[in-house]
């Protein structure tokens, strides 16, 4: 039986303001386990909800059950998830703190005379693409006594097979596996492979597991049986329901449980669980003649998920070092701008690289080639793209910041597509797949056209990541393609024609003033990238059409009736952010000249909303990611701030209860449609200049 469902956005808007103390801010919803865009679990806190008042949730909002319990001296509290217990009484811990950092979420709860800490880990291991390719996260629960006596205290938890599949009617099957680490293993019985519903993949296993110590015990079977067997004698029944069923029949759980016994005001050492999803192969791809089949990355040193799994909780204690260290220089490096700013990219480190697979394929005799990498990206939420250039795009500050060498593996499988001549198109192909994880092209040329958009998008990046690195081995590689797209660009960027951009949602507009600015960066990148092949003929030519395209350009966007550049040329009234400028300053191009800078700088302000600066003049929403964006063009940090504080505010409002969206009303605060996009990789911005 299931208690608690969608719980409606008017329903928590209405609700209390928080009972808790947070750090730095309570987020719209807070990631908990999110690793790869179907290990995805997020807690919907919209303006109030504990950690133990509703069920964790998929990205999509739809219902991941978890459920947590302890009982201390007899008495039994909820601390995780909305589970109702017929058969069994408990009470609800009571939340006293939350914080988030760039890796985890952590939770303070009361139970009486007894403190829980319930932190949630999920590893960002950017330099280790073995670490980083592994589809699991942890969460430690702790126990502290507040009252200067000692108590008796066992801990449980327990998922469902809602974990495995976007579809509730479909017939799971399960194995408990016990030794070192107890292990409960689950599965659709009739799998897809490469499929989903709803978003969720149709194939492969959740995992759930703890180590197997003298006190563990554990249980599968109906939510209700197996959580009032905990609720009523603190401990599993070491019993397996073998009755295999549809999710939502009697909803089967794969209860863990552990007894601290006596706990005094020293912390206990925490009760460790991993929970993962792990399919393969992880991604189809396209090649000449057919498709290829990719792993992920870890399977070159694991044999089996077992031996995945006791690795991972093996190597918890320095897990955690690691990550309390990255989260260091995240909060060191972007508290320099402000701590506003610090809390935002808190917030969307682990939303962004979740929605990235490192891959490999195998050499015909099977063995693992660890040097074809390729990352694959899925364009959560908007439409379930592969690596969509214009996805990646905007994410590409967190790439650059975390591990320039990810963003190469981004692109490598686009350029190793492209120069295959499949894709028909003289510019940049949009994406590598209508749904991930079919990354299967588009030869028939009829993907997305955003040609100016996805031309430019290629250059820039394909150049930064070169300046970051030092690896010139892309652009060598892929020299001819990227030349053909800055052809493009030079019949096409000056006066684009009617097209759209990256902002789809907006519609076509011919003579867009920003993508104009999109397009001569990418000449301009494509002029210092023959520098770098020593080409110099090519480079002074590129050079030099940059600078007199920039020239017309001034002429043809900026406003005469106002100090500002305008949305699209001779539309005086118009204007919109001119977020694509930070190409220039990223690439230290210095093609624009800097009074366009603080003309852009002098004007925002006055045309500044409740939620931020709009996106143009078209409408009232604004993108937090080009808010970002267009605070690093800012010639004064008084104006930068507003756009941060835009955000910030945006970011705990508590408005609504989604994964932090990038697309909002600025005027109500009001989500337009967007969630836990991989985008947010561009509040880094800052960061990598």
């Known amino acids: 039986m299931r208690s608690l469902h969608h719980i409606p956005l008017s329903a928590f808007l209405l609700s209390a303001v928080y009972a808790w103390t947070s750090t730095p801010f309570n987020p719209p919803s807070v990631p908990l386990a999110v690793r790869t865009p179907y290990l995805s679990c997020w807690l919907p806190q919209g303006s109030g909800n504990a950690l133990n008042s509703v069920w964790p949730e998929f990205w999509t909002g739809s219902i991941l059950g978890w459920a947590g319990f302890v009982k201390v001296d007899g008495v039994a509290y909820s601390f995780l998830g909305a589970p109702a217990v017929s058969g069994a009484t408990f009470s609800q811990a009571t939340q006293q703190s939350f914080s988030f950092t760039s890796t985890q979420s952590t939770f303070v709860l009361s139970a009486g005379p007894i403190d829980v800490t319930v932190n949630f880990l999920s590893p960002v291991e950017p330099t280790d693409l073995v670490k980083q390719s592994v589809p699991f996260s942890y969460m430690a629960v702790s126990a502290a006594s507040t009252d200067g006596a000692t108590h008796s205290v066992q801990i449980y938890s327990d998922i469902s097979a809602e974990w495995v599949s976007g579809d509730d009617s479909l017939t799971v099957n399960w194995t408990t596996t016990t030794g070192d680490i107890l292990t409960h293993q689950v599965q659709l019985t009739s799998p897809t492979v490469y499929g989903e519903v709803s978003d969720h993949t149709q194939y492969g296993s959740a995992f759930y597991s703890t180590p197997n110590t003298v006190s563990a015990t554990y249980q599968t079977g109906q939510d209700i049986v197996v959580r009032a067997q905990f609720i009523n004698n603190g401990v599993l029944a070491n019993t397996e329901d073998t009755n295999f069923r549809a999710v939502s029949n009697d909803w089967p759980v794969f209860g863990l449980a552990h007894n601290l016994g006596s706990v005094g005001s020293t912390e206990s050492s925490p009760v460790i669980y991993s929970v993962g999803h792990i399919r393969d192969p992880a991604l189809e791809y396209v090649v000449v003649g057919g498709t290829q089949a990719r792993s992920l990355y870890f399977w070159s040193e694991y044999s089996t998920p077992a031996a995945v799994i006791s690795e991972f909780l093996g190597d918890y204690s320095a897990a955690l070092t690691r990550a309390t260290t990255f989260d260091a220089q995240v909060q060191s490096d972007a508290s320099a701008i402000s701590t506003e700013y610090a809390g935002i990219v808190a917030l969307s480190v682990r939303q962004s690289l979740g929605a990235n697979e490192i891959t490999i394929s195998k050499e015909s005799s099977g063995a693992w080639n660890t040097s074809d990498v390729m990352v694959f990206l899925k364009e959560i939420s908007s439409d379930g793209n592969v690596n969509t250039v214009d996805v990646i795009n905007p994410a590409w500050p967190i790439y650059l910041y975390t591990n320039p060498a990810l963003g190469k593996y981004l692109l490598e499988g686009l350029f190793r597509y492209q120069e295959t001549g499949l894709y028909p198109n003289k510019w940049s192909v949009h994406d590598l797949g209508a749904s991930y994880p079919k990354a299967l092209g588009h030869n028939d040329g009829a993907d997305e056209a955003m040609p100016v958009e996805e031309c430019g998008n290629m250059l820039m990046m394909a150049l930064s990541y070169a300046q970051k690195s030092g690896d010139n081995s892309q652009l060598a590689a ?90 699209d040329y001779n539309d005086e009234s118009s204007w919109g952010l001119s977020y694509n400028l930070f190409g220039d300053k990223l690439l230290g191009l210095n093609l624009f000249p800097a009074s366009v800078y603080d003309e852009q700088t002098a004007w925002y302000p006055t045309v500044d909303n409740a939620f931020g600066v709009p996106l143009d003049t078209r409408h009232t929403y604004t993108k937090t990611d080009w808010q970002i964006w267009t605070s690093t063009l800012m010639t004064n940090t008084a104006t930068r701030d507003i756009f941060i504080e835009a955000v910030y505010k945006w970011a705990s409002s508590g408005t609504n209860n989604a994964p932090l969206g990038d697309w909002y009303d600025t005027i109500a605060g009001a989500p337009e449609g967007f969630r836990a996009r991989p985008v947010v990789g561009g509040h880094l911005a800052h960061l990598v200049l």
């Open 478 to 567: 892929y020299s001819n393609l990227l030349d053909q797209w800055t052809q493009y660009l030079i019949s096409d960027s000056l006066i684009p024609g009617n097209q759209i951009s990256t902002d789809d949602f907006a519609g076509s507009l011919a003579n867009q003033t920003n993508l104009a600015i999109k397009g001569i960066v990418g000449i301009k990148a494509m002029s210092e990238i023959w520098g770098i092949l020593g080409n110099t003929a090519q480079q002074s030519n590129y050079s030099s059409i940059a600078s007199n395209y920039v020239t017309q350009w001034q002429t043809f966007a900026t406003s005469t009736t106002g100090p500002h550049l305008t949305l």
